[in-house]
Structure formats: structure tokens, C-alpha cells
């Protein structure tokens, strides 16, 4: 069992930058695949970044050059720093894990994956 808690949302300017954290806890850590999804208000959710066991990274074309997401698997614990904020960045973010047998595999839709956090809000103001 993984709990997966985010913190670091907040209300930024545009143009602005947050970091957001995902605690874990539980083993095995650095053997699961990393996720940030978002949704904002009225919308579905959306994949935004990952961060595999192996450590490769993919992101969404709507965050790319923008956001970075890394993981310290000392610490139980995944980033995702978010800069060059934009009004339409507004939503919840959640965390989530997934355990797949390959190091590139990765859940776009969300549906795939093991745990979810709770999520933390994110607002950007224009």
C-alpha cells in the first residue's frame, strides 16, 4: 500500500512559479512510475507529467519547456516545478503511482495507475 500526499499549491501571479512536492509512503518507492495529472474546474483530467523507474520523463505539449518533473527516491518523494504559470494552468494537481513491468511504460489516461493522492490546488491569477 502507498499513501501519496501533495503540498506546495497556492495562488500565483502569471508568469509566476510554484513547486509542487508528493510525499510517499510505504516501500519500494523508487521501483514505481510517477505521475502529475490536473483538472481544472469543469474540465476532465489531464495527464501533465512522468517520471519513470527508470527516470525518464514525458510531458503533455501543454506544459512542455515549462515544467520539469524529478523524483528523490532517498526522500519517497516526486517534484514537479512549474514555471512560466499561466491562467489556464489553474486545476487541482494529483500525484499518482503506478507499477508497470517496463521502465517506459506509463499511464497517459490515468486509468492504469495504482495510487492517487488527494491533490493540491494550483490557481493562477492573470
Known amino acids: 500500500q502507498v499513501q501519496l500526499v501533495e503540498s506546495g499549491g497556492g495562488l500565483v501571479q502569471a508568469g509566476g512559479s510554484v513547486r509542487l512536492s508528493c510525499a510517499a509512503s510505504?516501500?519500494?518507492?523508487?521501483?514505481?512510475?510517477m505521475h502529475w495529472f490536473r483538472q481544472a474546474p469543469g474540465k476532465e483530467r489531464e495527464f501533465v507529467a512522468v517520471?519513470?523507474?527508470?527516470?525518464?520523463?514525458y510531458y503533455a505539449e501543454a506544459v512542455k519547456g515549462r515544467f520539469t518533473i524529478s523524483r528523490d527516491n532517498a526522500k519517497n518523494t516526486v517534484f514537479l516545478q512549474m514555471n512560466s504559470l499561466k491562467p489556464e494552468d489553474t486545476a487541482i494537481y494529483y500525484c499518482?503511482?503506478?507499477?508497470?513491468?517496463?521502465?517506459?511504460?506509463?499511464?497517459?489516461?490515468?486509468?492504469?495507475?495504482?495510487?492517487w493522492g488527494k491533490g493540491t490546488l494550483v490557481t493562477v491569477s492573470s
Open positions: 510505504g516501500r519500494n518507492f523508487a521501483s514505481y512510475t
Open positions: 517520471i519513470t523507474w527508470i527516470s525518464s520523463t
Open positions: 499518482a503511482a503506478g507499477a508497470y513491468n517496463s521502465g517506459s511504460s506509463y499511464s497517459f489516461s490515468g486509468r492504469e495507475v495504482d495510487y
